[in-house]
């Protein structure tokens, strides 16, 4: 550690700067620790091509690998970074080992996936995002933790109020890899604009096939974690739907929709699964509910037609997602983490 007391860390990530899990799992944390933190990321896009900077390894004092970063192509610099005998750190919020062959990206987890169990077991300590998924590495390596994903209080303004109160509008938000999720629920979208007509609306957000997009309005993905956020707080929406395909690897996911959700106090509809089960407090943070469309059918028709109920359930949701998980209140852990690990 040098003499202003920084923890020099530089970052290899194949994920840009800008991204959602560069974003939330990195940037935001250590940015909020800039007293103790001077961090640089190591990679950088050049016209759709990586750009590796393997002086960062010389001067840092620990080293954090993210994600998809293990390949055949950089694993010289991984070699380079073994070699220097500093902390390393594997930072995952993906169970990338077993992604399902529909989701977009197992091409890639198939290239990735060999190198990342070649490198778990050396590395000094690997960060999941969830205990999930931190059960399916322990195997690999014994000294992995659970850091959870945290809200940036500051990041959420206040919500915009609606045009138009007598219309509740009913959003999904994900990126296009979560295509068949929302399929789970695609017919049960339909009944309730049968039922409702004029009185819902459906925004999604990021992802919608073609049959969806006659629902409602469509806004594209935007790969910009920190321009997703302010539309985010610029858009009014009532509800938001969280469903997930039951798989080992949904179930190793994160809550980020119950808190993106939570932190604009508005109610979510979230899949009874690992991910939202240990977040939501059912009938009172949210609602959780099965793969049965029914379940579907029933907690938005309850949604829509109790309002004042509704509203309760989001002012609890974002009490109880800041209280929580609030950065504010979170980020330590990892400075806590990353002083032990120069301790050793």
């Given at each position: 550690m040098?003499k202003?007391?920084y923890?020099?860390?530089?970052?290899?990530s194949?994920?840009?700067f800008?991204y959602?899990?560069?974003?939330?799992?990195?940037?935001?944390?250590f940015?909020?620790?800039n007293g103790?933190f001077?961090?640089?990321w190591?990679?950088q896009?050049?016209?759709?091509?990586s750009?590796?900077?393997?002086n960062?390894?010389e001067w840092a004092d620990?080293?954090?690998?993210q994600?998809?970063?293990?390949?055949k192509?950089t694993f010289?610099?991984?070699e380079?970074?073994?070699?220097?005998?500093k902390?390393v750190?594997?930072?995952l919020?993906?169970f990338?080992?077993?992604v399902?062959?529909?989701?977009?990206?197992?091409?890639?987890?198939q290239r990735?996936?060999?190198?990342?169990?070649?490198?778990?077991?050396?590395?000094?300590l690997?960060?999941?995002s969830?205990?999930a998924?931190?059960?399916?590495?322990?195997p690999f390596?014994p000294n992995?933790?659970?850091?959870p994903?945290?809200?940036?209080?500051?990041?959420?303004?206040?919500?915009?109020?609606?045009?138009?109160?007598?219309?509740?509008?009913?959003?999904?938000?994900?990126?296009p890899?979560?295509?068949?999720?929302l399929e789970l629920i695609?017919?049960i979208l339909?009944?309730?604009?049968?039922?409702?007509?004029?009185?819902?609306?459906?925004?999604?957000w990021?992802?919608?096939?073609?049959?969806?997009a006659?629902?409602?309005r469509i806004?594209p993905?935007?790969?910009?974690?920190?321009?997703?956020?302010k539309?985010?707080g610029?858009?009014?929406?009532?509800i938001g739907l969280a469903p997930?395909?039951?798989?080992?690897?949904?179930?190793?996911?994160?809550?980020?929709?119950?808190?993106?959700?939570?932190?604009?106090?508005?109610a979510?509809?979230?899949s009874?699964l690992?991910?939202?089960?240990?977040?939501?407090?059912?009938?009172?943070?949210?609602?959780?509910?099965?793969?049965?469309?029914k379940e579907?059918?029933?907690?938005?028709?309850?949604?829509?037609?109790?309002?004042?109920?509704?509203?309760?359930?989001?002012?609890?949701?974002?009490?109880?997602?800041?209280?929580r998980?609030?950065?504010?209140k979170?980020v330590?852990?990892?400075?806590?983490?990353?002083?032990?690990l120069l301790?050793?």
């Amino acid at each position: 550690m040098n003499k202003n007391h920084y923890i020099k860390i530089a970052i290899y990530s194949l994920d840009i700067f800008e991204y959602a899990c560069a974003q939330i799992r990195i940037v935001t944390p250590f940015s909020r620790l800039n007293g103790h933190f001077n961090f640089k990321w190591a990679v950088q896009d050049a016209n759709g091509l990586s750009r590796i900077d393997a002086n960062h390894i010389e001067w840092a004092d620990l080293i954090v690998v993210q994600r998809y970063f293990p390949l055949k192509e950089t694993f010289p610099i991984l070699e380079r970074i073994f070699d220097s005998g500093k902390p390393v750190v594997y930072e995952l919020d993906d169970f990338l080992l077993d992604v399902p062959p529909s989701h977009p990206f197992h091409s890639n987890s198939q290239r990735t996936a060999p190198f990342i169990k070649k490198i778990i077991p050396k590395v000094n300590l690997v960060t999941t995002s969830t205990d999930a998924l931190r059960e399916r590495l322990l195997p690999f390596n014994p000294n992995s933790v659970t850091i959870p994903n945290f809200v940036d209080e500051s990041a959420f303004m206040s919500a915009t109020l609606p045009k138009n109160p007598t219309k509740t509008v009913i959003a999904y938000m994900g990126s296009p890899t979560h295509e068949q999720d929302l399929e789970l629920i695609e017919n049960i979208l339909f009944r309730i604009r049968n039922k409702f007509g004029s009185a819902i609306e459906f925004i999604f957000w990021g992802c919608a096939n073609t049959r969806l997009a006659k629902l409602g309005r469509i806004i594209p993905f935007e790969s910009s974690y920190a321009s997703f956020l302010k539309t985010l707080g610029k858009i009014h929406f009532d509800i938001g739907l969280a469903p997930l395909a039951d798989n080992p690897f949904n179930c190793c996911k994160s809550n980020i929709k119950w808190l993106e959700y939570s932190a604009h106090a508005r109610a979510g509809i979230f899949s009874d699964l690992e991910p939202y089960r240990e977040s939501v407090e059912h009938g009172k943070t949210g609602m959780l509910v099965g793969d049965d469309p029914k379940e579907w059918f029933e907690a938005l028709e309850y949604l829509i037609s109790n309002p004042d109920q509704r509203k309760a359930m989001g002012r609890a949701a974002r009490k109880d997602a800041f209280a929580r998980f609030g950065l504010s209140k979170g980020v330590h852990r990892y400075l806590e983490l990353y002083r032990g690990l120069l301790k050793r």
